[in-house]
């Protein structure tokens, strides 16, 4: 069974900075694209960054751009999320999660998340 | 960027009844739609992916519509273990959106 294990939250001042990790070993992790969902307390759902299957693309919500770096390593099957400059307002559950699609020539379309993790908390307050 | 709306929010039911969840998006969005439930302090769980689609293992009392803005999730016949939120979700375009969530309780 699929499953992805996260680790690096914690409480962290405003300004600061944490580095999330995410690994699993049951899939082949090169063939999937990768993304960071959080969701602050009692809200709902929100996507933070994802991630190509090499690597070679990402993307980001722009409240994070600047601030957030996605990066993978294939070779540790494990995805990582460098967090810097933390605002009160990034506090959340962050869960690392698999996308699903198929690629044509020119695009790729995805059309779900289909494994998630089981969440880490970051906490930044002072 | 696409806001996708749910309706209700919350939404009281009986086990046994027919339950519909509404999410629509402001922009056309195909059907690069998909729909997870959450339990509390639980990660979320994919339902129903590209509007219709029911993923492995999700019970066929789950059911998924729409194309274009307008999307539906259907219960049928709805069963203590279904009594969590749900949310859409969009992937048509960056940056990937969320509906706010609709709380499904026990009447």
């Known amino acids: 069974e699929v499953q992805l294990v996260e680790s690096g939250g914690g409480l962290v001042q405003p300004g600061g900075s944490l580095r999330l990790s995410c690994s699993d070993s049951t899939f082949t992790f090169t063939r999937y694209w990768m993304t960071w969902v959080r969701q602050a307390p009692g809200k709902g759902l929100e996507w933070v960054a994802n991630?190509?299957?090499?690597?070679?693309?990402?993307y980001y919500e722009d409240s994070v751009k600047g601030r957030f770096t996605i990066s993978r390593d294939n070779a540790q099957n494990s995805l990582f999320l460098q967090m810097n400059s933390l605002r009160v307002e990034d506090t959340a559950v962050y869960y690392c999660?698999?996308?699903?699609?198929?690629?044509?020539?020119?695009?790729?379309?995805?059309?779900?998340?289909?494994?998630w993790g089981q969440g880490t908390t970051v906490t930044v307050s002072s | 960027d696409i806001q996708m709306t749910q309706s209700p929010s919350t939404l009281s039911a009986s086990v046994g009844d027919r339950v519909t969840i509404t999410c629509r998006a402001s922009q056309i969005i195909s059907t690069w739609l998909a729909w997870y439930q959450q339990k509390p302090g639980k990660a979320p769980k994919l339902l129903v992916y590209?509007?219709?689609t029911l993923e492995s293992g999700v019970p066929s009392r789950f059911s998924g519509s729409g194309s274009g803005t307008d999307f539906t999730l259907t219960i049928n016949s709805l069963q203590p273990d279904d009594f969590a939120t749900y949310y859409c979700q969009q992937f048509n375009s960056y940056p990937w959106t969320f509906g706010q969530g609709t709380k499904v309780e026990i009447k």
């Open positions: 991630i190509r299957e090499d690597g070679s693309e990402k």
């Open positions: 590209k509007a219709s």
């Open positions: 999660a698999r996308v699903v699609g198929y690629r044509l020539p020119n695009y790729y379309y995805y059309y779900a998340i289909d494994v």
